[in-house]
């Protein structure tokens, strides 16, 4: 079914303008400008490499999978030069970032910076995975599998430990960092 050509009304009576073009001739740059009007949450996702190296990158998403068995599942571009890291290892932990932590979550996402953890305060859980302090949440998981999606490769995990901060989340939309506001 095509797609509407003329402005569509919006629920407050303003006009929707059309859509630029027919989703089968988007350009990836407009489709990312697009997929930026979702906001999203912004995680850092830790692990360590083979040689006891800790390894660690920023995403803005993940979801749950499954309740039955705790499942989650977030992805990695096959670009990503860590991604041979996380599809071999055994464990990763998810990091849901507060407010406050927009510098790491902007350390973690630079590619020039060598020793991501240096100057961060982490322990170590039994599994040997790096968990990073002050985050709101910490989802430790066990690597249950992972496929390739497009030019992507999806993580799944089973969710084997949890640690939870109170705190407002830091949030990623249309290219910036932003908080909720209080409630």
């Not at 096959?78 to 055994?90: E, V, Y």
């Not at 991501?116 to 995975?129: L, M, Q, R, Y």
């Not at 992972?146 to 830091?170: E, M, N, Y």
């Amino acid at each position: 079914m095509p797609y509407p050509t003329a402005a569509a009304p919006r629920f407050d009576g303003s006009a929707c303008p059309p859509p630029p073009q027919a989703p089968g001739d988007l350009d990836p740059r407009a489709l990312r400008t697009l997929l930026g009007s979702y906001p999203t949450g912004v995680a850092i996702v830790t692990t360590r490499a083979s040689g006891g190296r800790r390894v660690g990158l920023t995403i803005n998403s993940f979801a749950s999978l499954s309740l039955d068995p705790p499942l989650v599942l977030w992805s990695l571009g096959n670009h990503s030069p860590s991604l041979g890291i996380f599809r071999d290892s055994r464990h990763f932990a998810i990091h849901v970032l507060a407010r406050d932590q927009q510098a790491l979550a902007r350390r973690f996402a630079d590619p020039s910076v060598r020793d991501k953890f240096e100057g961060v305060a982490t322990h170590d859980t039994p599994e040997g995975v790096p968990l990073i302090d002050g985050a709101l949440t910490a989802l430790v998981c066990a690597h249950d599998r992972c496929c390739d999606a497009g030019d992507h490769l999806l993580l799944i995990g089973r969710i084997v430990g949890t640690r939870q901060c109170g705190g407002t989340p830091l949030v990623f939309h249309a290219g910036r960092y932003a908080a909720l506001a209080p409630a």
